[in-house]
């Protein structure tokens, strides 16, 4: 018998948008999974209330008792905070399963229908969840993808701490999943045209910026033109990494 899966918040974040207005404002997509006897909240998150969540999960017909694992798709505070609310609930995250105080090795065929495989590249402890359902393979990634929509390079992924691995965790993730549910946003259908094309990838030009590249990965100002380093274009030139004696760019001479 399959399981079931549902989102139970609609997460957003303005992240990619900081530069333009101002604070930060985010929630994770906070979803339910019911299979067999397990009942399982993924990344329960920051909650303007946590309210939301509770009257959330009732109109499933349950209560914040009836979830017996919470699982975090990786390390970053925004999909994590309200672990708390379930304190009978295992905890299940890269390192393991946390039960109270004793931790243990997850497998990857944590149960008939889900596995959890590691997809790091957003952050070192991204893990994701291949849930099978009667609609066909629903991953449950966390900031793999943010949104459908974005970010549609790695690269733009301003908190990506190895994009290059991200790149390939996309690629893992698509390779699997018929539906995905991203970090900050709605269920999608998995499509290969998420993921950008061959010949944009990490290793081609660092000369060639690109074209989605909005914000500095580094301080997330608006990269305005002239703004960017040419040898690192995903940073501004107050940024750049280059030291005084490059040959490409002179951004270590007008820093400000």
Known sequence: MSAKVK?????Y?????VGETGAEKSCPTITLIKDGDIVMVVDPGVLENQ??????????GLGVKDVDVVCITHSHIDHYRNVGMFPDAKVLEFFGVWEKNTVSEWTERFS???????????????ITLFVTTEEGVVAICGDVFWREDYPTDPRDDMFASKP???????????????????GHGP???????VLPEEDNSLDADL??????AQFCKKCRRLLKKGDKCLCRPWLCYRCCECGMDCDNCSCSHHKK
């Not at 290059?164 to 991203?182: C, F, H, M, N």
């Not at 269920?187 to 045209?193: T, V």
């Open 7 to 11: 989102v139970l918040v609609e997460g």
């Open 13 to 17: 974040t303005n992240a990619d948008l």
């Open 51 to 60: 309210n939301i969540l509770i009257d959330a999960l009732a109109r499933e």
């Open 112 to 126: 008939s229908n889900i596995q959890i495989v590691a997809t790091p590249g957003h952050n070192d402890t991204d």
């Open 164 to 182: 290059d691995q991200l790149k390939q965790s996309r690629k893992e993730v698509l390779k699997i999943a018929d539906w995905i549910i991203p």
């Open 187 to 193: 269920m999608f259908r998995a499509k290969p045209a």
């Open 207 to 212: 000369k060639t910026p690109s074209k989605d």
